[in-house]
């Protein structure tokens, strides 16, 4: 098994969509058995930097395919499981701003100030 795995194994991306498919290249899926070695499932917030830059990379490079049977991927081994990963591009939402009084003092100093 861990030699199919080595030689045509995929990643399984789960999402808020469902399940994605990636194929990775031949150093990547080592270094993928590597990472899936312990658990078969590994959530995307717990992987390191590297990592998840290696799934994001892969994600963005390659097309998903969105179901398991589309080209071959039912026959191919699965190496792990990320679940739960953040979608590529999502937009960021801009940083608060304090809410200020029309006078231009902070609320909240004026909530401390009263005794």
């Given at each position: 098994?861990l030699?199919?795995?080595?030689a045509?194994g995929v990643?399984r991306v789960q999402t808020a969509?469902?399940?994605?498919y990636?194929?990775?290249?031949f150093l990547?899926r080592v270094?993928?058995?590597?990472?899936?070695?312990?658990?078969?499932?590994?959530?995307h917030?717990?992987l390191?930097r590297?990592q998840?830059r290696?799934?994001d990379r892969m994600?963005?490079?390659?097309?998903?395919?969105?179901?398991?049977?589309?080209?071959?991927?039912?026959?191919?081994p699965?190496?792990?499981t990320?679940e739960?990963?953040?979608?590529?591009?999502?937009?960021q939402?801009?940083?608060?701003r304090?809410?200020?009084?029309?006078g231009?003092?902070?609320m909240?100093?004026e909530a401390?100030?009263?005794p």
């Open positions: 098994m030699i199919e795995k080595l045509d990643v969509i469902g399940p994605r990636l194929k990775p290249s990547q270094y993928l058995l590597w990472m899936f070695r312990n658990f078969p499932n590994l959530p917030a717990v390191s590297r998840q290696l799934i994600c963005a490079e390659q097309r998903f395919a969105s179901m398991a049977y589309a080209d071959g991927f039912d026959e191919a699965v190496i792990g990320i739960r990963r953040p979608a590529i591009g999502a937009e939402w801009p940083p608060r304090r809410p200020t009084s029309e231009g003092r902070d909240t100093a401390r100030q009263r």
